[in-house]
């Protein structure tokens, strides 16, 4: 029996995730009350036919919100659970309650930070037993593609997920590894390729045909080989590598282009995310 556990913050995108695993073929179940879920389980485990569950827990069922830890753990412990925790910052929570209009089931008649700020708390010692998820700067198809890499994955390999950004912007908050590539001469400032991103030929080969470029690269490729099958002996189940260059446009996103390239050609498989770059124009 294959079980995955959806949760994390109100607004953060747990019916999305929940609605890209029954696409998979998961028996997807939104919010039932945690002491029928034991019983849900083993009533699944005599109906051959059904070997996937995904389950949406949360908060929301404030009666039974001190079962709420003790029942993830115990599925994790004696089903080995996947445990997927979708979060996001404050500030695009509230962006999102605000613009679907809606209340914070936390805070009902409250305000949506006082509602934001309760859940943080009781979801804190879920989320320890959680693979964590910031879906802030996602969007549908990058959290589908973060998705498969953590769940469908056959091999049950460890995710490593690449996150180019821009320092502008901030860094990237939830990164493992993060990587400063501001040392590679800007093409921002080369007239032709001033408005193209990583994404564009002349931009890539640009930046990747610079000295320190190339053997930057090759060393991260190295130290990469080494590290990921590290992490994986000790049950990690997710890298997140982040790059970051001025603008998060070019140069962070041709190196980690190049290096998931390389990373392929060994047999690991990389999920690339590119935070600040519009997907409308990315050439």
């Given at each position: ?12 995108g747990k ?11 998961y ?6 009350p945690?002491p029928l879920?034991?019983d849900?389980?083993e009533?699944?485990e ?30 994790k ?50 989320m320890?037993?959680?693979i ?11 959290l589908k ?39 590679i001469t ?14 564009n ?13 190339g ?13 990921i099958?590290?992490?994986e ?47 409308a124009?990315?050439?």
């Amino acid at each position: 029996m294959e079980i995955v556990i959806v949760t994390g913050l109100s607004g953060a995108g747990k019916t999305a995730a929940l609605n890209v695993l029954e696409d998979e073929g998961y028996l997807s179940i939104d919010n039932l009350p945690t002491p029928l879920i034991r019983d849900l389980v083993e009533l699944m485990e005599e109906t051959p036919e059904i070997n996937k569950i995904a389950l949406a827990l949360d908060q929301r069922g404030r009666v039974f919100k001190r079962e709420l830890y003790k029942t993830i753990k115990d599925l994790k412990d004696d089903y080995g659970a996947k445990v997927l925790f979708l979060n996001a910052t404050d500030n695009e929570l509230i962006k999102r309650f605000k613009e679907k209009r809606r209340l914070h089931p936390m805070s009902p008649g409250g305000t949506i930070v006082e509602g934001i700020r309760k859940e943080r708390e009781l979801m804190d010692r879920v989320m320890d037993l959680s693979i964590p998820i910031d879906t802030t700067n996602l969007t549908l198809g990058e959290l589908k593609n973060i998705i498969h890499s953590l769940v469908l994955n056959d091999k049950n390999e460890i995710s490593v997920i690449f996150k180019t950004f821009g320092f502008k912007n901030g860094i990237v908050a939830d990164a493992d590894l993060v990587f400063d590539v501001r040392f590679i001469t800007n093409p921002y400032y080369v007239s032709e390729l001033k408005l193209k991103s990583g994404y564009n030929p002349d931009c890539y080969n640009f930046v990747l045909a610079q000295n320190e470029s190339g053997e930057f690269i090759e060393k991260v490729h190295d130290l990469l080989k080494f590290l990921i099958p590290l992490y994986e002996n000790e049950g990690k189940e997710q890298l997140i590598v982040a790059f970051g260059c001025t603008g998060g446009r070019q140069r962070s996103v041709s190196v980690a282009r190049r290096l998931a390239e390389l990373l392929k050609e060994s047999g690991i498989n990389i999920t690339i995310i590119n935070r600040d770059l519009d997907e409308a124009h990315n050439d």
